[in-house]
């Protein structure tokens, strides 16, 4: 069984009203996909701007308050699990859906909401991309603590999108392994191979509580292969051919075998951006994604696409994935 552990459902009003790709996509036309490329299971998560902000505001560019919904993420987390459990059950039996936070913005109710809902409707994890939504993961230590207790109350993984860009202070994948640090009991996966930075790559080999996932693993091996500045520099990055997508993913899984986790990112492994102030364009498919995954040797595909996976999620009842 081979299980993707990075997708998105539903749409992003920020990225259709400013001009970015993708925006969105279905249950429906991830497990179609998915399939025609023999992946069996997927972990899915809402996409990432929630309808907390004004939609007028995300219109112009920018993210204020003053939305249709009182609480971050409560209607794009419900309206997610209604489609996985409600409208498509035949389909949402193959998945292992996440719920979706903002770490820094009405944290209390956000607890109380994803806590009545996992009741509800299970979900297996806590997904956190910050850097969208410039919400501080650090808050997560502070404001946020009760995401943390929740997390351990109900035995979730947090899957954080990560960064190393200056740029970014809110997903700056030094501070999310201090937050693991500190945490011991909470268990962590960073996304997107911490892009590549070595350092932090071998620290969360040495953490037990800490996973990374290299997910759009294609457009990462092509921003480093351009030396753009979203993966790490040089001087710390990953020593490997980035442009060989397929040796770099063999690569990180030789060398940390039992920490890789698979995972896609689609609809995001394609990021298209055109604006008035930048224009980038960084295209790969759900098929060469696999592809790459599927060059591995036999027992590498199975440790970074199963077991370990299974490793992060520590599921009560395994058996759900043979629903």
Not at 22 to 31: H, I, M, N, T
Not at 251 to 275: H, Q, R, V
Request: charged content about 25%.
């Amino acid at each position: 069984m081979l299980i993707d552990c990075h997708n998105h459902i539903g749409a992003d009003l920020f990225f259709y009203f400013n001009g970015f790709y993708p925006y969105a996509q279905d249950l429906p036309a991830l497990v179609t996909e998915g399939r025609r490329q023999g992946i069996d299971r997927w972990v899915v998560f809402p996409m990432v701007a929630h309808t907390w902000f004004d939609l007028g505001a995300m219109r112009r560019g920018e993210l204020k308050p003053g939305g249709p919904e009182k609480i971050p993420y409560a209607f794009e987390n419900e309206r997610m699990l209604r489609e996985i459990y409600d409208q498509f059950p035949d389909l949402g039996r193959f998945t292992l859906p996440f719920a979706i936070l903002d770490p820094m913005r009405e944290p209390e109710a956000q607890a109380a909401t994803l806590r009545a809902l996992h009741r509800d409707y299970p979900f297996y994890g806590l997904k956190i991309q910050a850097t969208m939504t410039q919400a501080d993961c650090g808050a997560l230590l502070t404001t946020g603590r009760c995401f943390l207790e929740l997390a351990e109350e109900l035995n979730l993984p947090f899957l954080i999108h990560s960064s190393v860009i200056a740029n970014d202070p809110w997903s700056e994948a030094g501070l999310l392994l201090r937050i693991a640090e500190q945490t011991p009991t909470v268990r962590f996966c960073l996304a997107h191979s911490c892009r590549f930075d070595r350092p932090y790559l071998d620290r969360v080999a040495e953490l037990p509580n800490t996973w990374f996932d290299c997910s759009a693993h294609r457009i990462h091996c092509q921003g480093a292969a351009l030396g753009l500045p979203f993966v790490a520099a040089e001087k710390r990055r990953f020593a490997a051919d980035y442009r060989d997508p397929t040796s770099v993913l063999h690569a990180l899984a030789e060398t940390y075998p039992d920490k890789l986790l698979w995972g896609s990112d689609t609809p995001f492994e394609t990021f298209i951006e055109n604006t008035k102030t930048s224009s980038i364009s960084l295209r790969s498919s759900y098929k060469e994604e696999v592809d790459c995954l599927r060059a591995l040797p036999g027992s590498l595909r199975q440790k970074i696409a199963h077991d370990n996976l299974l490793a992060l999620l520590q599921l009560k009842e395994p058996a759900i994935l043979n629903r």
